[in-house]
């Protein structure tokens, strides 16, 4: 996918690049490219490949829901910056906080933000489950872990009625497993969205949660019975 393929496939799931966003994805890819020959920041490298498996995939997230309106929104376990770093890009109305538990990671998001002179965006280096300093209107990962651990992992970053927005391949099974940490997390599944990646045509799967209600302080704790490491 080059530059212009990707403009003509996300005009069609309603997104419309400016001049400077198309700029500012360049330079993105540039220095992704740049650190990842000292940094292993991803394995996909090829700038055709990038387009579609980062920053087209990244985007996708607004086949359900809407982010042209005052959000705030954390990218949980980020790493270079996917989703959160190019939904900022391309929806400037967003207070963006990227978090990830490697301080090299931190460090190139810190980087990228100061070249393309981003506003209402941070970046916080912590585990997942040790943030607690804010609540969010949407809570979003790409491809981190297993939707039973992200939730109980994350489970007080959301606002009540927020949302929890991930970014999957093929998920039922999956799925099925988050049942018993939905129920007792006051969490309920909105919508699946199901679609080929352009080009190549692999599946993708967006799931988008709703939390009902303030999770108690005293809430079971290994419920799903998941293993506690760094995200």
Not at 100 to 105: A, E, F, G, I, V
Not at 165 to 171: A, E
Not at 199 to 213: A, F, G
């Given at each position: ?8 496939e996300l005009q ?108 209402d965006i941070k ?109």
């Amino acid at each position: 996918m080059n530059r212009e393929t990707l403009k003509k496939e996300l005009q069609k799931i309603g997104i419309q690049l400016t001049e400077n966003q198309e700029k500012q994805l360049e330079k993105y890819y540039e220095l992704l490219i740049q650190t990842n020959n000292y940094t292993n920041l991803t394995r996909i490298t090829e700038k055709e490949a990038v387009y579609l498996k980062h920053f087209y995939d990244s985007l996708t997230i607004t086949k359900v829901i809407d982010l042209t309106q005052n959000l705030s929104l954390i990218d949980i376990g980020t790493g270079a910056g996917f989703p959160g770093l190019v939904l900022k890009i391309v929806y400037p109305n967003l207070k963006v906080t990227l978090l990830d538990s490697l301080n090299k990671r931190i460090d190139f998001l810190n980087k990228v933000i100061k070249e393309l002179n981003l506003k209402d965006i941070k970046t916080v280096h912590s585990r997942i489950e040790d943030y607690k300093e804010e609540q969010f209107d949407i809570v979003t990962s790409r491809a981190v872990a297993k939707t039973n651990m992200l939730l109980e992992l994350s489970c007080k970053l959301p606002k009540v009625n927020g949302y929890f927005i991930f970014l999957k391949g093929n998920i039922e099974e999956e799925l099925k497993e988050s049942e018993n940490a939905q129920k007792l997390l006051h969490i309920k599944l909105i919508q699946k969205e199901e679609f080929l990646l352009p080009i190549e045509n692999s599946k993708r799967t967006i799931i988008k949660l709703q939390k009902t209600e303030e999770i108690n302080n005293k809430y079971p704790r290994n419920f799903t019975q998941i293993k506690q490491k760094p995200l």
